[in-house]
């Protein structure tokens, strides 16, 4: 049941242990103030019965104890409020910087993860469940610890006092709250299985909030009309899910409140039980008050602990959703080569076949390729036919299923990640557009010149964006995209400028991969791109994935992919004298445009 609660506790107090020491310390004090309380209470009573009884008899009362009782009082509920104000501050700090930490490990965690996670839907499950909940419940878990604790010292100091008048009362004091106790836990049981069962379904919702609510998305969704068919899904998906939380919470209070009813009966019977001890004498107006008001504070002291124990169980079953993702496998990078054998060698891929995980068909099938350093490849090929995979096995983002991929002689698992990160620089199809100034955007390329604007300058120019961004407002630091205030969207074609800007930035890059990044753009300034582009490679490798065979024809290599297997591989003139796949497929496009 505790099984995350030591974790919980040493999260918090590596978080800030002057608020942890404060809450301990504060905790303490409220346990026992109550109790201090209820005694001098008595004590009131007492003094003002005994005070009545002499102005009864002779006229006169000494007073001056009365007040000296009160004023006791008075100073102690003073210091319990403040007590309780100050468990409420540290609570409300905790809270805020133990968010913060936790929502910062499940960042740093994903840091971490390969992209094979990331495509994975139950991972992704996994994920929104430990967003979703557990970054506030190690501060639940821990409250509740403490709170377990101060209460379980009001209640020792309850029990205490109580035993003087029967130890019947002190047993009748824990066990009346036991059944209200073993509901509370079954039902937080069964409300984490149904959490972790609509995962899935959650996510989905989220996902239908951001089609719906979102500007990429906007313009489709109005002109194709498809506001209500994802709302009707939106509001269907809620149905299912509320009728699983209100069957829950209909029975969960139901018995609730019949088990409650146990409690109620016995708080009433122990009354009854002390007023008739009262009247026959064995106890004063005082000790009946304290009684009274103790077997009440005790009762919810009792009630207090076992709903904490049930809530601590509950938090751990949350917790353990945020420790499953922190404590997901990720394979370390092993590499640690920073030159490769052969320097000169460039890039092969030997007999190199990978499927995705889930999938049951290759996703690439033997694969044998050579580029040398100064050379340019061309890959063909239709949608799905593992082009894209062959560059994230050279960016490894993953790795092959069998065979090797080498550069300069060395293969890719046994170099340094970083160092051959920095070798390539790569422009996706589905390059990300980020939501922030201009020059952020192109210093993306290389984090350790993001803010340098002299590489800006130097990189914009070089993937033919500096002209645009001089118009724009602020140049380089005008906000991009419509999220924040004053931002500016550009069009497809700017974007992918930028786009080309930041693979630019690595200077060091002497691989450059181009995944059809000038989609938007038309022909003519497509060929301008890829022309000066191919001036700037100079005795770089450069690969370039594109439709379009008039930038296709400018490489030294072609080579043409189909389910996953290189069918044809030459330069343009050999793969038109083979009459093939590719040059049916030129043929097709040239005629397009007589």
């Given at each position: 049941?505790?099984?995350?609660?030591?974790?919980?506790?040493?999260?918090?107090?590596?978080?800030?242990?002057?608020?942890?020491?404060?809450?301990?310390?504060?905790?303490?004090?409220?346990?026992?103030?109550?109790?201090?309380?209820?005694?001098?209470?008595?004590?009131?009573?007492?003094?003002?019965?005994?005070?009545?009884?002499?102005?009864?008899?002779?006229?006169?009362?000494?007073?001056?104890?009365?007040?000296?009782?009160?004023?006791?009082?008075?100073?102690?509920?003073?210091?319990?409020?403040?007590?309780q104000?100050?468990?409420?501050?540290?609570?409300?700090?905790?809270?805020?910087?133990?968010?913060?930490?936790?929502?910062?490990?499940?960042?740093?965690?994903?840091?971490?993860?390969?992209?094979?996670?990331?495509?994975?839907?139950?991972?992704?499950?996994?994920?929104?469940?430990?967003?979703?909940?557990?970054?506030?419940?190690?501060?639940?878990?821990?409250?509740?610890?403490?709170?377990l604790?101060?209460?379980?010292?009001?209640?020792?100091?309850?029990?205490?006092?109580?035993?003087?008048?029967?130890?019947?009362?002190?047993?009748?004091?824990?066990?009346?709250?036991?059944?209200?106790?073993?509901?509370?836990?079954?039902?937080?049981?069964?409300?984490?299985?149904?959490?972790?069962?609509?995962?899935p379904?959650?996510?989905?919702?989220?996902?239908?909030?951001?089609?719906?609510?979102?500007?990429?998305?906007a313009?489709?969704?109005?002109?194709?009309?498809?506001?209500?068919?994802?709302?009707?899904?939106?509001?269907?998906?809620?149905?299912?899910?509320y009728?699983?939380?209100?069957?829950?919470?209909?029975?969960r209070?139901?018995?609730?409140?019949?088990?409650?009813?146990?409690?109620?009966?016995?708080?009433?019977?122990?009354?009854?039980?002390?007023?008739?001890?009262?009247?026959?004498?064995?106890?004063?107006?005082?000790?009946?008050?304290?009684?009274?008001?103790?077997?009440?504070?005790?009762?919810?002291?009792?009630?207090?602990?076992?709903?904490?124990?049930g809530?601590?169980?509950?938090?751990?079953?949350?917790?353990?959703?945020?420790?499953?993702?922190?404590?997901?496998a990720?394979?370390?990078?092993?590499?640690?080569?920073?030159?490769?054998?052969?320097?000169?060698?460039?890039?092969?891929?030997?007999?190199?076949?990978?499927?995705?995980?889930?999938?049951?068909?290759?996703?690439l099938?033997?694969?044998?390729?050579?580029?040398?350093?100064?050379?340019?490849?061309?890959?063909?090929?239709?949608?799905?036919?593992?082009?894209?995979?062959?560059?994230?096995?050279?960016?490894?983002?993953?790795?092959?299923?069998?065979?090797?991929?080498?550069?300069?002689?060395?293969?890719?698992?046994?170099?340094?990640?970083?160092?051959?990160?920095?070798?390539?620089?790569?422009?996706?199809?589905?390059?990300?557009r980020?939501?922030?100034?201009?020059?952020?955007?192109?210093?993306?390329?290389?984090?350790?010149?993001?803010?340098?604007?002299?590489?800006?300058?130097?990189?914009?120019?070089?993937?033919?964006?500096?002209?645009?961004?001089?118009?724009?407002?602020?140049?380089?630091?005008?906000?991009?995209?419509?999220?924040?205030?004053?931002?500016?969207?550009?069009?497809?074609g700017?974007?992918?400028?930028?786009?080309?800007?930041?693979?630019?930035?690595?200077?060091?890059?002497?691989?450059?991969?181009?995944?059809?990044?000038?989609?938007?753009?038309?022909?003519?300034?497509?060929?301008?791109?890829?022309?000066?582009?191919?001036?700037?490679?100079?005795?770089?490798?450069?690969i370039?994935?594109?439709?379009?065979?008039?930038?296709?024809?400018?490489?030294?290599?072609?080579?043409?992919?189909?389910?996953?297997?290189?069918?044809?591989?030459g330069?343009?003139?050999?793969?038109?004298?083979?009459?093939?796949?590719?040059?049916?497929?030129?043929?097709?496009?040239?005629?397009?445009?007589?």
């Amino acid at each position: 049941m505790f099984r995350f609660s030591g974790r919980a506790l040493e999260l918090v107090w590596s978080t800030s242990r002057p608020l942890t020491i404060v809450l301990a310390v504060l905790t303490l004090a409220a346990g026992l103030l109550p109790a201090g309380v209820a005694w001098v209470g008595a004590h009131i009573v007492d003094a003002v019965v005994g005070a009545s009884r002499l102005w009864a008899s002779d006229g006169h009362a000494p007073l001056r104890s009365v007040f000296e009782w009160v004023a006791l009082e008075g100073l102690l509920v003073a210091a319990l409020a403040g007590v309780q104000r100050g468990l409420s501050s540290c609570q409300s700090l905790l809270r805020a910087l133990l968010g913060q930490r936790v929502n910062v490990m499940i960042l740093e965690k994903a840091l971490t993860l390969e992209l094979a996670h990331f495509e994975d839907s139950e991972f992704y499950d996994k994920l929104t469940r430990a967003r979703r909940e557990a970054s506030t419940r190690p501060l639940s878990l821990v409250t509740r610890t403490f709170g377990l604790v101060q209460n379980a010292i009001s209640l020792v100091s309850y029990g205490t006092l109580l035993f003087r008048f029967s130890p019947w009362a002190v047993l009748v004091l824990v066990l009346a709250g036991l059944p209200s106790f073993l509901a509370e836990t079954k039902f937080s049981g069964d409300a984490f299985r149904l959490f972790r069962w609509r995962s899935p379904e959650t996510r989905m919702q989220l996902y239908l909030e951001t089609v719906i609510a979102r500007e990429d998305h906007a313009k489709e969704v109005k002109l194709y009309g498809l506001g209500p068919l994802l709302l009707a899904r939106y509001r269907d998906i809620f149905r299912l899910l509320y009728s699983a939380d209100r069957d829950l919470t209909l029975r969960r209070d139901s018995w609730g409140f019949g088990l409650g009813l146990v409690g109620t009966l016995t708080l009433y019977g122990a009354y009854a039980w002390i007023a008739m001890t009262t009247v026959v004498g064995r106890i004063t107006l005082g000790q009946m008050t304290m009684y009274l008001m103790l077997f009440r504070q005790g009762q919810s002291a009792v009630s207090a602990m076992l709903s904490a124990i049930g809530g601590m169980y509950e938090d751990n079953l949350y917790l353990s959703t945020l420790y499953e993702y922190l404590e997901t496998a990720v394979p370390r990078a092993a590499g640690t080569a920073q030159r490769g054998a052969k320097p000169d060698d460039g890039i092969r891929f030997e007999q190199v076949s990978f499927t995705y995980p889930g999938a049951t068909e290759p996703a690439l099938r033997e694969i044998d390729l050579h580029i040398r350093p100064g050379q340019s490849l061309a890959l063909v090929g239709q949608n799905g036919s593992g082009k894209t995979t062959l560059i994230k096995l050279l960016t490894r983002l993953y790795a092959p299923d069998s065979g090797r991929i080498l550069l300069d002689g060395t293969d890719l698992r046994e170099w340094d990640e970083r160092t051959l990160l920095q070798r390539i620089g790569v422009i996706f199809q589905d390059f990300a557009r980020y939501q922030m100034r201009v020059g952020e955007n192109i210093g993306a390329g290389d984090v350790s010149r993001f803010e340098d604007a002299a590489r800006w300058r130097e990189a914009s120019d070089k993937g033919m964006a500096s002209e645009f961004i001089d118009s724009l407002p602020a140049g380089f630091d005008t906000q991009l995209g419509k999220w924040f205030r004053e931002g500016r969207e550009l069009s497809g074609g700017q974007w992918q400028k930028i786009a080309l800007a930041r693979a630019f930035m690595r200077s060091q890059a002497d691989i450059l991969v181009l995944d059809e990044p000038t989609a938007a753009m038309d022909a003519q300034a497509e060929a301008t791109i890829y022309e000066h582009f191919r001036e700037l490679a100079g005795n770089r490798i450069a690969i370039l994935i594109s439709h379009r065979f008039s930038t296709v024809r400018m490489a030294n290599q072609i080579i043409v992919i189909q389910d996953g297997r290189i069918i044809e591989h030459g330069d343009h003139q050999q793969l038109m004298a083979q009459d093939g796949h590719y040059a049916h497929l030129f043929t097709l496009q040239a005629q397009g445009y007589r």
